[in-house]
Each structure stands twice: as structure tokens, then as C-alpha cells.
């Protein structure tokens, strides 16, 4: 199994402290978010686990081993940090072309990765022309040039277009199908919504939650379901006098805690109060993550 497994990671830069004892681990098979606030750690953090900064305590491991140990890197890690790191008068096949080269990496895969990010027909063109989404598309046939079973991405959908985004979800979903390891890192949760599996949750280099999408879910609507109903104030009345916690949620709309939806929906038939929706109630994963990082942000704008 190839796994990444980060134990008590810190790393100092001088006074300041930029990770502060992570540990966590990111598995096969789903797509893991890494999120936090603009200097929450998170890009040191992937340094670190690809040998580029070397940590001031713990480890970080990629299948059991340091990145460093790799004998082909790029065969078993692939990842995208930063989009802009392609020099502007290369051409965008001869960039992967020599990064193929590097690895023992047939040529042939060149064009296959090419094809599979959409640039076949701009691959003869320098990259120094392209767009920031070009390039992010770029950056990811590079992760791709040796079939890795691990895939990082730093903030990868940063400058795609509408298309863009929506292939990058489907194509980073795909990825986690094939079973392979995938950490997207990003600090709008927006951006992995209907596509992260588990979130890594980290603010001021700590480790704030570690949890899979669907707990955190289940876990921030605390059993409520949210009820439509012409008769809102007779609905209010019923289910509070039963022992429910009833609140407001719009014209027609009440929001109920503590009561099974199977005794919400006997109880209003038993007193004749129709109901033209019962679901359960959904917070955004965005609502979820900006009340875990409320205390952990660095960079606050003025209200």
C-alpha cells in the first residue's frame, strides 16, 4: 500500500514556526484535502514530504520510505506545486520530454499525458505563452509522466476557466478511482467540494481536524432536518409542545432538532399539517471549515 504517513513534522524558520508537529496520513483509493487559511502550513507542509525543505523534527514518508530514498521519483510521486516553475522558451514537449529523460521515461508517454490534459495540439508551443490555466494543465501531465500511485496538487485548480475546473474534479475523482493516493492542497474549500473524500484541516502549521467529508457532515448538522410547510406556525406549535427544538428558516421553512423525520411526519398527519419537504439538514462544507479556522487565521481583512 502506498501511503503518505507525515509523524510530529515541524519545521522553524528562524522564530517563525511554519509547521507545528503534524501528523497525520493520507490514504489510497480517496481524494484527501489538505485545507487552511493563506499561511496555514500547507505548502511547506508538501515540501517537506517531497524532500524540497528538510523538516526541523519528525518525518515524513511516502509507502514507508523518505522521498529522497525514491530510485525513480517520478514513477511513484507525481506533483504539482507551483504551475509557473516551466522555463518561458521551452517548449511544453520538450519540458516533459526532459523530465521523461530524468526518470527513464519512454517518449511515448509524453503524448499519451499530453492528451490527457487537453494540450496535444499547443505541445510545440512555448510554454512562456501560455495561460496560467495552460500551465496548470502543464504542471499536471508532468505529475503524470510515470504513473504514479501517489499524486500531490497544490492549489491545481488556481487560473483553470469553468471547463477547466470541471474536468479537474472529474479527473482528480478518477484518479482516487484507479486507487491511487491523491492530496490536493487548497485554501478554498469551495474548490474540493463534491470532490474531496477526507479533509486534513490545518491552521498556523497545526493539525485542527482530520475527518472524513462525510462525518464532518453528518457531525455539523447535528441531526437536524430542515421541514416545508404551508402551516409554519402550526408546525412550530406541534413539534415544540412534543419536545422538538424548532427554528425559523424562511417563509414556509422550519429547521428541527432532536426529533426523529419519522415522528416529525406522524405527528404533523396526526394534526393535519402538510408537508411539502423533509430533508435532512445540509451545511456547506465551506460553513464547516471557516468555523473550524476562525481562531487559526493569519490574515484577517477589516469589517
Known sequence: MTDIELRDLRKRYGRTVAVDGLSFSVQ????????????AGKSTTMRMILGLDAPTAGTALIGGRPYRTLRRPLCQVGALLDAGAVHPGRRARD????????????????????ETVGLASVARRRAGGFSLGMKQRLGIAAALLGDPAVLMFDEPINGLDPEGVH???????????????????????????????HLIVIGQGRLIGDSSVRDLLAAASGGRVSLGTPLRAKAFEVLAAAGATVGENGPDRLTVAGMPAERITALLTEHSVPVTELTAHRVSLEEIYLRMTDEAVSFRSPK
Do not use: K, Y
Not at 489510497?28 to 499561511?39: E, K
Not at 516533459?96 to 508517454?109: D, E, G, Q, V
Open 167 to 197: 474536468w479537474a474534479r472529474g479527473f482528480l475523482r478518477g484518479l482516487a478511482t484507479e486507487g491511487r493516493t491523491v492530496l490536493v492542497s487548497s485554501h478554498l474549500m469551495s474548490e474540493l467540494e463534491g470532490t474531496a473524500d
Open 95 to 114: 519540458h516533459l520530454l526532459w523530465m521523461a529523460h530524468s526518470n527513464r521515461i519512454p517518449a511515448r508517454r509524453v503524448d499519451e499525458v499530453l
Open 28 to 39: 489510497p483509493g480517496q481524494v484527501t484535502g489538505l485545507v487552511g487559511p493563506n499561511g
